[in-house]
């Protein structure tokens, strides 16, 4: 059983559409995240939801839009896509938003490319 | 700040020890992590370390944490080719709402 995984794993769009990645954990836990890997493999934190909440919001487009509909949910929806979305988007959770122990866990990507 | 810093590129030769390195700025950081990202494949948590540690071993894996440098690292011992990968630290923060910083990643190369 995958622990986070997400969907589709590759996804080529043109500019101007909308799209959405989905990401579901089965570990039971109450936070979870997106993350995006640009070009240069440089990772960044996007999102980040406890309890279906909106904790962290990491001065993200507003033409990305995450959604949690439970606990064990983060989609992201993406509007009027541009050339410079075309990255890795990694989903990840854990059990908490704080405290200590917390290890954070990741699915295997979706690969967007926006040509 | 939150600039945690790697060095782009390490070569080994297959059976040596690899040693990777990785500098942070913040001193309120909680945990430090190591993850492994293969190509083309998400990433794997290797190992953490709680600030309070100096070393954390765990089989080839030895973390070392010298906190008063800011300065963590990660030893494979007997490296295999299968070791090849891009190597992330990583560091979280009290009161960041469980968020990771990531280093920019070390690309390891096992050569035979």
């Known amino acids: 059983d995958t622990a986070v995984s997400q969907t589709p794993k590759y996804l080529v769009t043109q500019m101007g559409n909308d799209k959405s990645i989905k990401c579901e954990q089965n570990?039971?836990?109450?936070?979870m995240y997106w993350y995006k890997q640009d070009s240069k493999k440089f990772l960044k934190i996007m999102f980040s939801y406890n309890n279906k909440e909106l904790i962290i919001n990491e001065t993200v487009p507003n033409r990305f839009s995450p959604k949690s509909p439970d606990k064990a949910h983060l989609n992201l929806h993406i509007n009027s896509l541009e050339l410079g979305d075309s990255a890795v988007y990694f989903c990840a959770s854990s059990q908490g938003s704080t405290g200590s122990g917390n290890t954070i866990y990741f699915g295997e990507g979706s690969w967007l490319t926006v040509v | 700040g939150e600039d945690v810093e790697q060095s782009l590129f390490l070569s080994v030769r297959e059976g040596d020890s690899s040693v990777i390195n990785c500098t942070y700025t913040?001193?309120?950081?909680?945990?430090l992590y190591w993850y492994k990202q293969e190509p083309g494949a998400g990433l794997q948590l290797l190992t953490y370390i709680f600030s309070n540690m100096d070393m954390k071993q765990d089989q080839r894996l030895t973390v070392l944490l010298n906190k008063k440098d800011k300065h963590l690292s990660l030893r494979i011992a007997d490296t295999q080719t299968g070791d090849s990968a891009i190597y992330f630290c990583?560091?979280?923060?009290?009161?960041?709402?469980?968020?990771?910083?990531f280093g920019t990643g070390t690309q390891l190369k096992v050569e035979l």
């Open positions: 990583a560091e979280r923060f009290t009161g960041g709402g469980n968020k990771l910083t």
């Open positions: 913040d001193s309120s950081s909680t945990y």
């Open positions: 570990l039971g836990h109450d936070t």
